[in-house]
């Protein structure tokens, strides 16, 4: 049984890391109220890589290898290409309060998701959309009716996207066409009351590893909605994770003592790793 103390700390101090990602031999990710982009190498040392002003969040890569980025505050899509960050797309007629997450698929379509409620996101829950912007900048609605789109995953082949709907309790799956545009949507696990998943990641048996905050759990989910590992945090919040390393074999896990503004002032956010059996597989 895996347990929360299996966790090794690799980073501390941080006011809200969010949108972890594994590239180029390094895990990046996003610390909210720092403004900035983090990454950490292979010895953990920890490197600021961009300040974005309006907050980042999701992370990705283009066709070209350049670092794509969710503004959450402005919901702009924003590239950094090393020395400067330029505009890719101005989502705000599709978004509400606050864009989030986001996953970049093989020809650079960006599928990103927001908030779709004033905070706090419990009191009033509602729909809102996904929305996908093509690497010309385009911005269209992937779909609409969607609870809090959060944490999302495209299989190997790159031919089925799934995403947590946070105030729904599942993971939905659609298919995804050539143009990129989503059909035959459908659930694929049921996480259960207060399941809430929050950031999640694939791995090569078809198992999801999916953050859960309200319940601060982490549980590795399978289609249907079979888990095989359940982790109680206690007070911590586990509120995204990714496979990494050069084998694919460590999972990160970005934990948080609060949520929203005080996380600022706590800067109790930490990255914390394990070692598993099976490899991230897909994307991100």
């Not at 929360?4 to 031999?25: I, K, Q, Y």
């Not at 403004?35 to 961009?50: G, I, M, Q």
């Not at 990705?60 to 350049?66: P, S």
């Not at 982490?218 to 990714?242: H, I, N, S």
Request: with cysteine; glycine share 12%.
């Amino acid at each position: 049984m895996v347990k929360a103390s299996d966790f090794e700390t690799v980073a501390s101090g941080l006011t809200f890391p969010e949108g972890p990602r594994w590239h180029d031999g390094k895990f990046w990710f996003s610390d909210f109220y720092s403004y900035s982009v983090y990454t950490l190498d292979a010895a953990n040392k920890l490197e600021a890589v961009v300040e974005v002003p309006n907050q980042p969040s999701g992370l990705g890569w283009d066709a070209d290898g350049n670092l794509l980025i969710v503004s959450m505050l402005d919901h702009k899509l924003l590239k950094f290409d090393g020395s400067a960050l330029t505009e890719v797309a101005d989502m705000s007629a599709y978004a509400k309060v606050a864009s989030n997450d986001m996953v970049v698929d093989a020809k650079g379509r960006a599928y990103v998701g927001n908030f779709g409620v004033e905070l706090p996101i419990f009191d009033n829950p509602g729909s809102t959309n996904l929305v996908r912007v093509d690497p010309d900048g385009t911005v269209s609605v992937a779909s609409d009716d969607m609870w809090f789109p959060n944490g999302t995953v495209i299989t190997d082949d790159g031919k089925t996207l799934i995403i947590g709907e946070s105030f729904t309790d599942r993971l939905t799956a659609f298919d995804i066409a050539e143009d990129g545009t989503l059909s035959n949507r459908r659930v694929w696990a049921e996480l259960g009351k207060d399941g809430f998943p929050d950031g999640m990641c694939l791995d090569a048996e078809g198992g999801i590893w999916v953050c859960g905050p309200r319940l601060n759990r982490l549980t590795r989910v399978f289609e249907g909605g079979k888990t095989d590992v359940v982790v109680d945090f206690g007070d911590v919040k586990p509120v995204a994770c990714m496979l990494g390393g050069d084998d694919r074999k460590t999972l990160y896990v970005l934990t948080n003592t609060h949520v929203g503004p005080a996380s600022a002032e706590a800067k109790g956010g930490k990255v914390e790793v394990l070692r598993v059996d099976a490899p991230g597989a897909g994307l991100p």
